[in-house]
Structure formats: structure tokens, C-alpha cells
């Protein structure tokens, strides 16, 4: 089946400083990525959908300042949480869509900010 | 809005036992419905899906129907074996005006499958 991969799987940060998470399709062009925060215990959130060479749609109260969504090919898309902090500490999960079929997932990315 | 409802875990069961995850839905319009499972240490893979009311999806021995009038996509499976352990979702996918659509997910089950 299609796969999709991130990079890096886990990262520990110091306060303050910037974190990007690569998020790429491996054998299919991916006209559609999403990116999804998952709290402990808690569901998928949605944070952003971005269509490949145009700005991506954040959800309702994501802020977009500090969640960077960078989607320059049909096979990348990164994230870039800007001057992390402890509350932004989570699993943060892409997934990627070809143009006609279903999402296809990332194994995630779980972010530590000291 | 739309949004998704599953029973709370964690759910333990003995091997070769039946299984039941409950799953109900709102939703505007006619969303497709899915299962997704995500295993220890990995990402979410589908595990089934069905897109019209009535149609039953099945992967692996898993089992679920979309049953519009009780807005429910309950997950079944007749005997549960120890690699079915994991954290199920079911989710929704609705289409939005931009042409895109995201899905909805619930709150996640965790299943414990004991030989």
C-alpha cells in the first residue's frame, strides 16, 4: 500500500527555539496533506490542510504564525512550530491524499519542548 | 458540526472472544465512514471503509456497517486474536466547499487482547 514518512519519529527541543517536521509520500503524488495534533488519551485534531503550491487552511483556532505549513512538491509537505514551548509538547500526525483516493498516514511525530 | 462518538476504552478481552466497538456520528449530508487502526509505535492505518448507507465495509475479519438511521458504524468481529491489540478510531469524511475533506475522528479505543 501507499506509504507516507516523517522525519524526524521523535524530537526534544529547548524552549524557545523552532522544530520542522518533514512529512513525505513515498509512491504517490499527494495533491492533499493534513496535519493533526493528537493529545494524550484525547482524538486527532485537525490543525491545517494544504494543497500543494497554495497556503494552507488552518482550523479554527490554530494559529498560523506559529504552525508553519510549507507544502512545495506533490511528495513533501513540512511543519515548523516557531518558538516552541511546553504546551506545544504532543504526537503531531501528517497525512497525505492523492487526487482521487483516501488518506494515507504518517507514523507521527512526537515533539518534547523542554 | 460535525463530529464522532466511540465507546471509551480501554477494552479487554480474551482471545477468540467477540468483538464490539460502538460508533455513532453527526454529520450533515452524507459523510463516508471509516475504521482506522493504529498499532503500537506506528501510524494509522485504514482498516475499512464504506461510503453509502447500507454498505457493510470488512478487512482482516473486521466487520462494520453504515446504518444512516441510527447514524452508527459499530465495529465487530467475530474472534479477536492478540495482534488485534491496539487503538481503533472511527472517523468521518465529509466534504467541505473547498473540495477538500478531512476527517473527523473520535476519541480512540483501546483494545487488550489476552491469550
Known amino acids: 500500500g501507499a506509504v507516507v514518512s516523517q522525519h524526524p519519529s521523535r524530537v526534544i527541543c529547548k524552549s524557545g527555539t523552532s522544530v520542522k517536521i518533514e512529512c513525505r509520500s513515498l509512491d504517490f503524488q499527494a495533491t492533499t496533506m493534513f496535519w493533526y495534533r493528537q493529545f494524550p488519551k484525547k482524538s486527532l485534531m485537525l490543525m491545517a490542510t494544504s494543497n500543494e503550491g497554495s497556503k494552507a487552511t488552518y482550523e479554527q483556532g490554530v494559529e498560523k504564525d506559529k504552525f508553519l505549513i510549507n507544502h512545495a512538491s506533490l511528495t513533501l509537505s513540512t511543519l515548523t512550530v516557531t518558538s516552541a514551548h511546553p504546551e506545544d509538547s504532543s504526537f503531531y500526525i501528517c497525512?497525505?491524499?492523492?487526487?482521487?483516493?483516501?488518506?494515507?498516514f504518517g507514523p507521527g511525530t512526537r515533539l518534547l519542548v523542554l | 458540526g460535525n463530529s464522532v462518538t466511540q465507546m471509551e476504552g480501554p477494552v479487554t478481552l480474551s482471545e477468540e472472544a467477540f468483538l464490539t466497538i460502538n460508533c455513532t456520528y453527526t454529520a450533515t449530508g452524507y459523510p463516508s465512514l471509516f475504521w482506522y487502526v493504529q498499532y503500537p509505535g506506528e501510524g494509522l492505518q485504514l482498516l475499512l471503509k464504506a461510503t453509502k448507507a447500507d454498505d457493510k465495509g470488512s478487512n482482516k475479519g473486521f466487520e462494520a456497517t453504515y446504518r444512516k438511521e441510527t447514524t452508527s458504524f459499530h465495529l465487530e468481529k467475530g474472534s479477536v486474536q492478540v495482534s488485534d491489540s491496539a487503538v481503533y478510531f472511527c472517523?468521518?469524511?465529509?466534504?467541505?466547499?473547498?473540495?477538500?475533506?478531512?476527517?473527523?475522528f473520535g476519541k480512540g479505543t483501546r483494545l487488550s487482547v489476552i491469550a
Open positions: 472517523a468521518l469524511s465529509a466534504q467541505r466547499n473547498s473540495g477538500n475533506t478531512p476527517l473527523v
Open positions: 497525512s497525505a491524499r492523492p487526487l482521487l483516493g483516501t488518506q494515507y
